[in-house]
Each structure stands twice: as structure tokens, then as C-alpha cells.
């Protein structure tokens, strides 16, 4: 693959699309960062806000941040558009040793609308990160993070061969490296 700060790869599951985020998800992606459900599922570990925001404004303000900061190449942030109702439905971001960081393990970020944290919408979203991030951030092993309460998204990274480890003094991480 090539280098996703060039040309932003777009990726599909049957039931989702992930493409960089864009200012006009703003309003669609105000359903997932204020529901309040979805937000106690946030990893926000080294992130500047709690991302919980209650205006589209807020939402703006931040798509145009994740978009300085892909122009930066610090992080890509997909939007997760559900091919159904063609709205973004939450993010995923990414990062790895292409870019500004030069990190081997690439830190996984994946905030979601409460309705969609079902196994099977969750199997398809980790399943294409996995399928594509290693080489497309150029990564040995991924983390991300899952609370307890989490409890469909650690049966899925179970599942997918993610083991709970602790990551740079954290908890409530799981590692995963290709077999």
C-alpha cells in the first residue's frame, strides 16, 4: 500500500466504509461524540479533549483539528460511514511508523455509535484494520484500548487474536500481531 498521507486509502466491509474524515461529517458524527453511551468507550489516553461534544460546532472545530493533524502526519482519522444510510457513524484513527511518529506499534482508536458496538459491526471494523494497517502504517503490532464495560468489543478482540497487555503503564489494552 502506499503512503496514506499522500492519498488516503478507502477502505470497505459490507457494511461500512471507512474514508478520511471530512468537515461535512460534523452533524452525522455529532450522534456518535454525544451520546453518552459511546463516549464512556472513548480512548482519549494523550488526547487534548474527552471528545464529548454537544454542538455540530464542536464537532467541527474538532474534524478540523484531526485534519491539521493528518496534514502533519501525526494520525489518519477515518470516518466509518455506514453504507446503509451513507452517514458517518463514528471514527477510527491510526498511526504507525510512516509519519510523524515512527512508532512500531500503531495505537488503534475506534469510537463507534452505541448502536453499532455489536459483534458482528465490530468484527467487520477491526477486521479491516487488521487486514490493512500493518502494511499501510508499516506497524509489527497493534494496540487499542477496551474497558471492562466494553464487554462485546473484548469478545471480538479476543476473537481476533488480541491478548491484554498493559501499554506504556496503561491498562485496559489489548496487542495484536500478525501470526
Known sequence: MSNPYIKCPVLETQNFILRLVSEDDAEA????YSDPKAQALFN??????DCRFSTTEEMLKY???WLVEYEEEAYVRFAIVDKSIHKAVGTVEMFGMVGKYKVDTGILRIDLASMYEEKPYLQEIFGVCIENFY???MVDSIVTKAIKQAANRIEVLDELGFCESE?????HYYRHSPR
Open 29 to 32: 458524527l455529532l450522534a456518535c
Open 44 to 49: 482519549v489516553d494523550n488526547f487534548p479533549t
Open 63 to 65: 474534524i478540523k483539528f
Open 135 to 137: 502494511d499501510l502504517f
Open 167 to 171: 501499554f506504556n503503564g496503561r491498562k
